[in-house]
């Protein structure tokens, strides 16, 4: 009875020193690739701050300029550019780690099923936050600092409404002397503009992965194309509440993140309904395909239509 605990102890032992070994590798390269980053954070910076430079450019102010309040803060924002940074560079490898480490437990068709998945993830990452960062977070940062020259010239059309409080465009300098009122003026920090930024690229990163999601839920037999189809409704007001908490309390890029998504549903369906066509013709050919049972099954999936 003794020999038999050891015996089976063993290959657990050896599968937790290869998971210690996967994770030294993964927490290595996540380590050089943040002090690599760090390096060049503040190009990074330069980069990610591109789009409310423009913003403040093309309002008018010929030397947009930003600022920090604390003696640590532009240090530590460098620090947080290098983590985010160092995280994506360093992902390739810990993919790779956790792969190497699944796959001897999987068959070979798991493998061939899984692994593209495993490489479009990290694709679609990319192209949320590229499209985050090229067209979102410009028109979000255009329509915030925008509103305070839509609000001067309503205040210019309506008497009595500039009198109390006089209002500056967000990018004008202040003029040296003012009768009354109080002028405010945009004077963005470094920390809080690049938390807007970080977070838009964020949330439409991952929001980008809902089709390797729903995808391999398909293809385990936890979702159909008929079952998914049937949830439209409910799902349009499911990425919408997302949309509402992961994005800045704005409605512009809730509705822009909504109508990303929506689509990558859409897509969703598609490919899960290839799936479905194609395990049905490999059935078929094995002559395992009932198209009694297995038709009624699709049909009960699909719900009961709206």
């Not at 020999?3 to 050089?32: G, K, Q, Y």
């Not at 679609?124 to 936050?129: K, N, P, R, V």
């Not at 945009?186 to 991952?206: C, D, H, M, R």
């Not at 409605?251 to 290839?274: H, T």
């Amino acid at each position: 009875m003794t020999d038999s605990i050891e015996d089976s102890s063993a290959p657990l032992m050896e599968h937790l020193a290869e998971l210690r070994n996967r994770l030294i590798w993964s927490v290595t390269a996540f380590m050089v690739a943040m002090v690599l980053s760090f390096i060049v954070a503040e190009p990074i910076l330069d980069f990610l701050l591109s789009p409310i430079e423009q913003a403040m450019r093309g309002l008018g102010d010929p030397n947009p300029v930003m600022q920090y309040t604390a003696p640590q803060e532009y240090f530590f924002t460098l620090v947080h550019i290098s983590v985010v940074a160092g995280l994506m560079i360093s992902f390739p490898v810990i993919a790779y780690q956790l792969w190497r480490f699944v796959a001897p437990g999987l068959y070979r068709s798991e493998k061939q099923a899984f692994l593209p998945f495993l490489l479009a993830s990290p694709i679609l990452f990319m192209t949320g936050a590229a499209f985050a960062h090229f067209v979102v977070t410009p028109i979000a940062m255009t329509f915030f600092l925008g509103f305070a020259d839509s609000y001067s010239v309503l205040a210019a059309l309506v008497p009595g409404l500039g009198d109390a409080t006089t209002t500056l465009p967000a990018t004008e300098i202040a003029p040296a002397v003012s009768e009354s009122g109080i002028d405010i003026v945009f004077q963005g920090k470094v920390n809080e503009t690049l938390g807007i930024s970080l977070k838009l690229i964020v949330a439409f990163g991952f929001c980008f992965q809902l089709p390797v999601l729903l995808t391999l839920m398909g293809k385990a037999g936890l979702a159909t194309s008929a079952g998914l189809a049937g949830m439209r409704k409910y799902a349009i007001v499911l990425i919408l509440v997302v949309a509402a908490l992961v994005t800045p309390p704005d409605v512009m890029s809730q509705l822009i993140l909504f109508a990303a998504v929506y689509p990558l549903y859409e897509v969703s369906i598609f490919l899960i309904r290839r799936i479905e066509k194609r395990r049905e013709a490999e059935l078929r050919a094995e002559g395992l395909w009932d198209d009694e049972v297995d038709g009624d099954q699709g049909a009960e999936d699909a719900g009961p239509k709206a």
